[in-house]
């Protein structure tokens, strides 16, 4: 697989102004877009031999001009699209866009829907990283783990299906509140399909004999029960010293190296830097909750997976809270549910969504569109550690460097 | 009057006795923005000063704004936006600084502050490829998201038309 | 010591697995059962309060009797999917004249012949089909059954369901306008043309017969809607996000649990309001999944209770 291409005259330049290794030929061949690893990205490889000189990230494949379409489409219907970028976690990428929305306005959502908000978000990011575990199961060659995840995952993704109608995209979160209240009961055929996977998953029948058909209450359910599972997911994979051979000391990015390249979520956290939006800068119902942020200090593939591992306990842990203090009351605001009039002004606002900090710039000039949205997404600003960390590493450590990024082709393309 | 905006109004203070009149404009929001703005020639020594006098050493991105079409205050002119924070020092925790300069639309060309700020990198490119911002300096300007034959007006100027939908 | 350990780590994967073969495996048949975590409710919007019910998002529903065709959801919608699209219904007949009539009661060839060449264009083939082009895909083909008496001749009704569209002329050019060619290269003078928003007509002669083919928009009598337009959804593009409901200030759209929407054309994604008027349980678009087989089936209570 030889690169060809109109790119290949740069790549030449590239290749001549580095040093002529004497191991062997130097080989350039691209690694994707159409890799079942890499998704919708491609790196253009420099080897010699089985050893890896040079990458060039090649994002672009799934562009579609997000902050173009911002500027076409008013500001409620601006939600649905801005979504998409991060299916698995879509209220992560339209948490900050609405957040920002709301302080242009100046306007507060009810508590209720601040709590809302953090479920639905918590609940997403287990979502997301399940996928990222399960995935990065498969690249190190254990299939069980990732069945594991997408099982688990299900009810998790039944619980935001609840609350937001949809699956992954709900369009969930607007300015002012959230869309809807949660339901108060939930179908009695779920909660016997819940009862028969806890069976068959924990080997045990459910204590008590009953689910419960309560929202508070199957919330907190589904949540000891993940709880119980993420505990066999730890020896199942992450004990596993087949696993920790493969993934320890393999992409290491310093801490000092993690700061000046500016990049968040678990990628910085694994590099033993204690970094959190929903700490640093609290939003929502964030302050009244406890919890920790994890991070561990071995900067390579095996410490960013294990924050991930980690993330979801604390998330958990936040879950059950915010049901528990849930207030009842609205959940919005009284105002047009499709036409919002924001004043004129610059706004730069931040939330954590799974994969990292995520931040928009909002310029609006007080009509009905915005007049500049910029979305510094995740995944593309852990864009510049992959040329950095994919450097004198062998071809076959590629998937798990990338994979312990947590890249989202997507989500870097917007 | 919150820490954040007590450390944000020495910040400005000290920047302004350092600096003087190159720094054009502050817009001190507290909650949305803060955003001060300085001449293009001397946005490098800022961005210098700042890294290493209040230890800003975290970049969170670079946004470029086409003005030219705001409508009470239309400008001929770009402004690239940089999106700075600090991990290593506690009293920025949770800040995020906005270091602003506007350039003539022109010839945009803007000192590139890559080798201040490692990861800007990416943001520079992908602000050259989208409002056609040049970054001297940048170790390797080129396209990243839109394709290498792009031959097109920069799309996220105000004048870019997409194709089909007009306005 | 460590050495242990490490076996130990190494096996209790093996062993974590091990216990999930005895116990009863865990798959929903779907289509063939029903998906269990949906529940029937679908998502509703109160315009008093401002905040939705919770529900699914799927398919739309369309109250007709509340609808009155303002084209909030049209609006909502141009910015998010331009999935949705205000129609109006209309009818197609034809017309003919008296002794048009006595002719093809007399089964002459010319006239059968003509009559076959119009209706043929009504029967809906995809290869057929433009993209993008909004009208049923109902067809059912009456014949000449509905045969009635009007001034200056009989009238033949050509579909039972209303045929949506946004304008008449669009149904002329995608319906009758390959007939009407076809008709011409056989002989037949187009005498006539008209076309306006509402009705087309179009006058085709030979000899002394006249065919008259009208297109005409259908009041549908509801009162709050007096032009009758109603919305028509596309989902081949619509994103199941819900805002057009949010949109609608009379309750007249509403969510559907039901999912399962795929097509074999584009045009069959379609739904034209009367489509949508309907509620799941009375209408399934995807069609009821296949019978199963006995090897199937055995499989299946096999799995379910010897197991």
Request: proline letters at 6%.
């Amino acid at each position: 697989m030889l690169f060809r291409g109109e790119g290949v005259e740069v790549v030449k330049e590239k290749v001549k102004s580095l040093e002529v290794y004497e191991a062997g030929p130097m080989l350039t061949f691209s690694m994707g877009p159409q890799h079942p690893g890499t998704g919708h990205f491609r790196m253009i490889i420099t080897v010699v031999g089985d050893t890896v000189v040079r990458c060039d990230p090649d994002p672009g494949f799934v562009h579609r001009g997000e902050e173009k379409l911002c500027e076409y489409k008013t500001w409620i219907t601006n939600i649905p699209h801005l979504e998409r970028p991060a299916i698995l976690d879509a209220a992560g990428m339209i948490y900050p866009y609405v957040l920002a929305v709301e302080r242009l306005m100046d306007i507060e959502p009810p508590e209720r829907a601040k709590y809302l908000r953090v479920i639905m978000a918590e609940l997403q990011r287990i979502c997301s990283h399940l996928y990222w575990l399960g995935l990065m199961g498969v690249f190190a060659g254990h299939a069980t783990i990732y069945m594991w995840c997408f099982g688990d995952r299900e009810y998790l993704v039944d619980l935001t299906q609840l609350i937001g109608g949809q699956r992954i995209t709900h369009s969930y979160f607007v300015p002012g509140g959230v869309r809807n209240d949660a339901p108060s009961k939930v179908p009695k055929e779920l909660v016997k399909d819940f009862r028969r996977y806890y069976r068959m998953m924990l080997g045990k029948d459910y204590p008590g004999g009953e689910v419960p058909e309560d929202f508070r209450k199957y919330v907190l359910a589904v949540c000891e029960f993940f709880d119980t599972r993420l505990d066999e997911y730890y020896p199942m994979l992450l004990d596993s010293p087949l696993f920790i051979y493969r993934t320890r000391g393999v992409g290491i990015l310093k801490r000092e190296d993690a700061i000046s390249l500016g990049v968040v979520g678990p990628v910085l956290r694994g590099s033993g830097v204690k970094s959190d939006t929903r700490i640093d800068e609290p939003y929502d119902a964030y302050p009244y909750l406890k919890f920790n942020v994890p991070t561990m200090d071995g900067c390579d593939s095996y410490s960013r997976i294990m924050v991930g591992y980690y993330e979801m306990r604390e998330s958990v842990r936040i879950i059950k809270q915010a049901v528990e203090q849930m207030p009842e009351g609205p959940v919005k605001l009284k105002q047009h549910p499709v036409t919002i009039k924001v004043p004129a002004g610059e706004v730069f606002a931040s939330a954590e969504a799974a994969r990292g900090q995520c931040s928009y710039y909002i310029r609006s000039d007080g009509t009905d569109k915005p007049y500049r949205v910029k979305i510094c997404s995740p995944s593309f600003r852990n864009l510049i550690a992959i040329p950095h960390l994919i450097k004198d590493v062998r071809i076959a450590d590629i998937p798990i460097i990338y994979w312990s990024l947590n890249y989202w082709p997507v989500e870097c393309d917007r | 009057m919150s820490d954040a905006e007590e450390i944000l109004a020495r910040l400005i203070e000290d920047l302004k006795k350092k600096f003087g009149d190159k720094i054009l404009e502050v817009n001190l929001e507290p909650k949305k923005i803060a955003k001060f703005t300085v001449t293009p020639e001397c946005i490098k020594e800022v961005a210098q000063y700042l890294k290493s006098e209040w230890t800003i050493d975290y970049i969170k991105g670079v946004t470029g704004v086409d003005l030219s079409r705001l409508p009470d205050k239309a400008q001929e002119v770009l402004e690239v936006i940089y999106h700075i924070g600090s991990i290593s020092s506690e009293m920025f925790r949770g800040v995020t600084l906005s270091l602003s300069t506007k350039v003539s639309i022109s010839n945009p060309v803007v000192p590139s502050l890559s080798n201040i700020w490692k990861g800007a990198e990416m943001h520079e490119r992908e602000a050259y490829e989208m409002l056609g911002i040049n970054f001297e300096g940048h170790p390797d300007l080129r396209k990243l998201l839109l394709p290498e034959f792009w031959s097109d007006k920069p799309p996220l100027r105000k004048d870019y038309v997409v194709p089909g939908r007009g306005c | 010591m460590s050495i242990l350990r490490d076996v130990k780590r190494t096996l209790m994967p093996i062993y974590s697995g091990l216990k999930h073969v005895f116990l009863k495996p865990y798959t929903i048949k779907w289509p063939y059962e029903r998906v269990p975590n949906l529940s029937d409710e679908g998502y509703r919007f109160d315009p008093k309060t401002g905040i939705g019910y919770p529900g699914n998002k799927g398919r739309h529903l369309l109250y007709m009797e509340k609808c009155t065709g303002c084209g909030s959801c049209d609006l909502t919608c141009q910015n998010i999917a331009e999935a949705i699209t205000m129609t109006y219904g209309f009818d197609v007949v034809i017309i003919l004249d008296e002794n048009c009539y006595e002719a093809f009661k007399g089964s002459k060839p010319e006239i059968v012949k003509a009559l076959d060449v119009i209706l043929s264009s009504f029967s809906a083939e995809p290869s057929n089909i433009q993209y993008n082009s909004l009208s049923s895909f109902f067809w059912t083909l009456t014949g000449v059954k509905q045969v009635t008496k009007v001034d200056g001749g009989y009238e033949i009704k050509l579909s039972l369901e209303p045929i949506f569209d946004v304008r008449a002329v669009e149904v002329l050019y995608q319906k009758i306008y390959p007939a009407v060619e076809r008709l011409k290269a056989t002989g037949w003078e187009l005498r006539k043309l008209e076309v306006t928003t509402e009705s087309t007509s179009v006058e085709l002669s030979k000899q002394d017969f006249t065919i008259n083919i009208l297109i005409r928009k259908i009041d549908m009598g509801y009162k709050h809607n007096r032009r009758s337009l109603f919305p028509s959804i596309d989902y081949g593009r619509c994103v199941m996000c819900g805002l057009c409901v949010d949109a609608c200030p009379f309750q007249a759209l509403e969510m559907t649990s039901e999912f399962e929407l795929s097509a074999i054309s584009r045009r069959e994604l379609i739904y034209t309001p009367t489509m949508l008027a309907k509620r799941p349980e009375e209408f399934n678009i995807t069609g009821v999944p296949p019978e199963l087989n006995v090897i199937e089936r055995m499989r299946m209570v096999f799995r379910r209770i010897i197991w």
